[in-house]
């Protein structure tokens, strides 16, 4: 493992941990009852260290953006990583600390069925990838599944050695939740 200053994580970690406490105690008061079981299902795989990839389906403005907003803000205020990305750079603009999702793992723009994202071993994304808890994917029926393949192939690489325990899980473990609408 590199032993040099991480800089992405830095950067992940550089949130006001208090003001987040604050303000994720007044989300969770606004959640509906429907969003509340989609974060309460959300917090026990990120919790349970198991992972698991989750589709939330909904048209615009039915509240999708404010559960991943809550969930971040939940998890950062522990001091733990959160990587929001989304399909395109408009809607990454709407997600705290969002990125596009081509950016944040380096996928080609060229893809067939075997394509990875280039990320290696023991670089500082890899390690960002490794110490995330959580990753939502906003937009992701806009993109082609050659990307989220590419993503799950990249991710079984880097992870192969940390959780050996989620050899055939996607994305090997992780908790990954992908969202949009048709």
């Known amino acids: 493992m590199n032993t040099s200053v991480n800089r992405l994580i830095c950067d992940e970690l550089r949130y006001d941990r208090r003001k987040l406490t604050v303000e994720h105690a007044d989300y969770m008061q606004k959640l509906t009852d429907e ?18 990839v989750f589709f939330v389906y909904g048209y615009g403005g039915t509240g999708k953006n404010f559960v991943w907003k809550t969930l971040a803000t939940g998890i950062r205020s522990k001091g733990q990583i959160v ?32 394509s990875t994202c ?8 890899a390690e960002l990838i490794i110490r995330a808890k959580l990753i939502i994917w906003d937009k992701a029926p806009m993109v082609n599944g050659l990307c989220i393949e590419a993503v799950d192939r990249t991710m079984r690489d880097i992870l192969r050695f940390k959780n050996v325990h989620s050899l055939h899980q996607p994305f090997r473990g992780k908790t990954v939740i992908f969202c949009g609408d048709f």
């Open 35 to 52: 969003q509340k079981i989609v974060y309460e299902k959300i917090m026990v795989a990120v919790n349970s260290g198991e992972g698991g």
């Open 83 to 114: 990587l929001m990305v989304a399909s395109s750079e408009i809607a990454s603009l709407l997600l705290p600390g969002g990125r596009t999702a081509h950016l944040r793992f380096t996928i080609f723009l060229n893809l067939d069925e075997f």
């Open 118 to 125: 280039n990320i290696k071993q023991n670089n500082p994304l």
